[in-house]
């Protein structure tokens, strides 16, 4: 079993910037695959990023050029550094990883929310 902790949810401007961060506890050693998908009220799951344990990256169209995401490997841990923040970006980010035998784990979410 993995567990997924997330963090740095909040409040912000449009135009402004938040890092999300998540820990991942438990049975780390087969994890590969680790990301962010987002749910806004309303409307379906999207995938926002992933990283795999190489480092090889994708990004929604939608964040491309405003988001980053990286981890570290040793720590066990991913981030979401998202700048230039809209309205649209509002909405309940989770954190996920792919473990040992390709069973997918999810963290509680944390919520973003942009004041335009």
């Known amino acids: 079993q993995v567990q997924l902790v997330e963090s740095g949810g909040g409040l912000v401007q449009a135009g402004g910037s938040l890092r999300l961060s998540c820990a991942a506890s438990?049975?780390?050693?087969?994890?590969?695959?680790m990301g962010w998908y987002r749910q806004a009220p309303g409307k379906v799951r999207e995938l926002v990023a992933t990283i795999t344990i190489g480092g090889s990256t994708n990004y929604a169209d939608s964040v491309k050029g405003r988001f980053t995401i990286s981890r570290d490997n040793a720590m066990n841990t991913v981030h979401l550094q998202m700048n230039s923040l809209k309205s649209e970006d509002t909405a309940v980010y989770c954190c996920y990883c792919i473990g040992t035998y390709g069973r997918n784990y999810w963290g509680q979410g944390t919520q973003v929310t942009v004041s335009s």
């Open positions: 438990g049975s780390t050693f087969g994890i590969n695959t």
